[in-house]
């Protein structure tokens, strides 16, 4: 016994055999309820199958947002109500016009650029002959963590003053070329939109991947019957491509505009949301965690929860329509 | 049958998955255990333990943000101590320790004891019931070891709560005694020797625009902007005195008072001052965008002679470095305004407790003797303020230096005013409003935002 409690292969062996156990009975009682015969079979496999999910769901998720919405009501500490007080403060205190005018660039920017990027990409490299090659280069970044891809791209635009030797990439490109060395990271507003280029040069491989997919996917005796019309590239795109790959667009367009709602990684690395790049996500998680005020934090969740609703609700539709058109 | 063989495959391997992260994650908690016992364990002379008295079994957890060598060192003096008395002492060191702590005793899952680096937080977590007074012997410990003052930031509405355990100095001015002594430069010892020898470098060195007196960055993350407040809160103590710095940290008076103009404006005349900053990187602007840990490098290459950081910045300096007083690098105190005042900023860590078990407070007491600081200090890279250290047994020339700063009677010492300041100031508007203030902002301005950001209870 000691081997399994205080060995850490053991306690690794230990926990493989009991998660292995777990799956055993799981797959017993979904044996069991298979076997059912009776009025109660339809309700005892959906218990089955779905409880568990329904149960994680109701931990994980519903209980943790009726508690955030709760806090949101409440003091710093959650001792006492204090009505729309934390609202009102999430959209009047000296950092929310900025916050809420960087968060509205980003997810008006990031999508639109990902999405065209990836599409124009996508088109251009379609049956190349190094096509996939060409693919898992854009599509790299992807796999590279939003913390990680700041700091690459923090040494990338690197300041130095004039008299001094470029350590940075960009800023050793722009005195080379003659130029005063730029300050990407600290004068407002263009320090956001460089912060903006980093998620960009993320997104926009997981956009043409998806596209590229989309467009492969397009019925190929609809193309020839184009080409037969006698229709030239541009006409080819716009009639035929996009309509097309319409579906997936959405879907792609509105899954980043979640994301980029959600963007915190970013600024807090490269800038620490200074130089007026705050974020909605990283200012709810500085009064929540680092100034200790829950009710503020709570009630900027929420604010960012009803932001991603719409969107949320507008892919969820388009999904279902995809899969009424395919039947 | 063949979709269902797939499927079974696919539930083993995240299953596998799984596990091997559920073990990852307890490894932690479970293998970070005191040590092999390759410190002396066998031969302990277990009667030095004894008041400690003898448990089986007994496990304390301790939770802090101490890691990796540092982590390796401090549970390298629980080994006789577990030995003798049988607890298991498991550390714990994560990052982010400060919003980790507060989550963890809000879900109920709090540890044994946690080293708290800021008395505003160890007086948040007193405030909202989870920490628990210590026992007899600890508050004795303590008061034989520690100042009247290092009591009072362990100390909450009266009540002593945690024992101080180790201390930083932060009032050092780090330079290059080689560089010193080939430019004929001495170390100053009053702020006018300091101020006159910055001239004297720009007069000598200032001509390309490359080299400069004095070096700095605060960026740090998420933390971006805490070398400036402590860069202030130094100018406080040395513009407008120690009761004007309490009066300032516990908002008696207004964070925007005149004097605490005066002493922000006297940091400008050095960190807002083109001709003095920042040596081989920039301008007075660029200080915003370095980080603290690469802020003072330039010393090494000669584009900068003076970098204003705590005791601590000996482990920035690459591997080869000479840090010692005729070599690379060193440290003098950074002056007052004449030779015999001696205004010292410090920080330091608290041990406090979640429980009362016996055990816990044991390793508790442990911690806040003299035995354990005097272990402590003589295995290497940090320092204490408590008078049992013998400062021979420090690891190096700096932290010498620093121990003797500490234990010295005439230093008025003052702990850092922002880990004092509630966190919406001290962790949050004081670090944004300093930023913007080397980021060109206007004093007065910067110091009315951070008054109007100061919590109203």
């Known amino acids: ?327 | 049958m063949r979709t269902t063989a797939r499927r079974t495959g696919a539930a083993v391997a995240g299953g596998l998955a799984f596990a091997l992260a559920l073990t990852a994650c307890s490894g932690s908690d479970l293998g970070g255990g005191g040590g092999d016992g390759d410190e002396g364990g066998g031969d302990a002379a277990c009667e030095d333990y004894a008041d400690y008295g003898t448990f089986e079994g007994d496990e304390v957890t301790i939770l802090s943000s101490i890691r990796e060598q540092e982590a390796d060192q401090m549970e390298d003096t629980f080994v006789d101590f577990e030995e003798c008395t049988g607890i298991d002492v498991v550390h714990n060191g994560i990052g982010e320790f400060e919003t980790q702590v507060v989550v963890q005793a809000e879900g109920g899952n709090a540890p044994n004891l946690a080293i708290i680096p800021q008395p505003g937080l160890l007086a948040r977590l007193v405030n909202d019931g989870y920490i628990v007074e210590p026992s007899e012997q600890t508050v004795t410990n303590a008061q034989e070891g520690w100042t009247e003052e290092w009591l009072n930031y362990g100390t909450v509405d009266g009540t002593f709560y945690a024992a101080p355990l180790m201390a930083s100095v932060k009032s050092f001015v780090w330079y290059s005694p080689t560089a010193f002594a080939e430019n004929g430069y001495e170390v100053p010892t009053t702020w006018d020797e300091l101020i006159a020898l910055s001239d004297q470098i720009v007069a000598d060195h200032g001509a390309d625009g490359v080299v400069k007196p004095w070096c700095a960055g605060i960026e740090s993350g998420g933390a971006t902007g805490w070398p400036a407040t402590d860069f202030i809160e130094d100018m406080v103590l040395r513009e407008a005195g120690p009761e004007v710095y309490d009066q300032w940290v516990t908002h008696e008076i207004p964070f925007n008072d005149p004097q605490i103009y005066a002493a922000t404006e006297r940091a400008g005349s050095i960190l807002r001052n083109e001709d003095y900053v920042n040596g081989g990187i920039g301008d007075s602007r660029s200080i915003a965008t370095t980080s603290f840990n690469d802020g003072g490098l330039p010393i090494l290459d000669g584009n900068c002679f003076m970098y204003r950081m705590a005791s601590f910045y000996e482990a920035q300096w690459p591997e080869g470095t000479d840090v010692s007083p005729e070599g690379d690098a060193f440290a003098f105190y950074l002056p007052g305004d004449d030779a015999d005042s001696k205004p010292l900023l410090t920080a330091g860590e608290f041990v406090g407790a979640f429980d009362d078990n016996e055990a816990t407070q044991a390793v508790q007491a442990f911690m806040s003797s003299g035995e354990w600081a005097n272990l402590r200090v003589t295995i290497g890279g940090v320092t204490s303020a408590n008078n049992a250290v013998d400062p021979a047994n420090a690891s190096s020339d700096v932290l010498r230096l620093a121990i003797e700063l500490l234990q010295d009677p005439d230093a008025v010492t003052r702990f850092d005013g922002s880990d004092l300041m509630p966190s919406a100031v001290g962790a949050g508007s004081f670090w944004t409003g300093m930023t913007e203030w080397i980021d060109g902002a206007d004093t007065q301005t910067v110091l009315d935002q951070i008054e109007a950001s100061w919590p109203a209870s």
């Open chain 1, 1 to 327: 016994m000691d081997f399994f409690l205080n060995d850490k292969f053991g306690q690794m062996l230990l926990v493989i055999i009991a998660f292995a156990a777990l799956i055993a009975v799981l797959l017993a009682i979904a044996w069991a309820a298979d076997k059912w015969v009776g009025k109660g079979r339809r309700w005892a496999a959906l218990a089955v199958f779905g409880g568990p999910a329904l149960l994680l769901l109701v931990v994980g998720l519903i209980y943790p947002a009726i508690r955030t919405f709760y806090m949101s009501f409440y003091d710093a500490g959650t001792n006492n109500a204090v009505g729309l007080q934390n609202y009102i403060f999430t959209v009047t205190n000296t950092g929310a016009v900025i916050a809420f005018r960087n968060t509205f660039i980003w997810v008006f920017l990031v999508p639109i650029a990902s999405t065209l990027i990836g599409l124009i990409y996508a088109i251009l490299i379609d049956r190349s002959r190094l096509e996939k090659l060409a693919k898992s280069l854009l599509f790299l970044p992807v796999a590279i963590s939003f913390v990680g891809a700041g700091i690459i791209w923090k040494f990338v635009y690197e300041y130095r003053g004039a008299a001094q030797e470029q350590i940075g990439l960009l800023n050793a490109f722009i005195t080379w070329l003659g130029f005063e060395p730029v300050r990407f990271l600290q004068d407002a507003p263009w320090n956001t939109l460089f912060l903006i280029a980093v998620m960009i040069w993320i997104q926009a491989g997981f956009a043409m991947v998806i596209l590229s997919a989309a467009i492969k996917a397009v019925p190929t005796d609809i193309i020839e019957a184009a080409r037969l019309d006698g229709v030239n590239s541009w006409e080819m795109f716009r009639n035929i491509t996009v309509p097309s790959i319409r579906p997936s667009l959405v879907v792609v367009l509105t899954t980043i505009s979640i994301a980029t709602l959600k963007i915190f990684d970013i600024t807090r690395t490269m800038t620490g949301a200074r130089f007026d790049t705050q974020v909605l996500a990283n200012q709810m998680y500085d009064y929540s965690f680092v100034f200790g005020d829950n009710g503020v934090g709570s009630a900027m969740a929420v604010v960012i929860f009803i932001l991603v609703i719409p969107l949320v609700a507008f892919n969820i539709r388009q999904m279902a329509k995809n899969r009424s058109v395919r039947g």
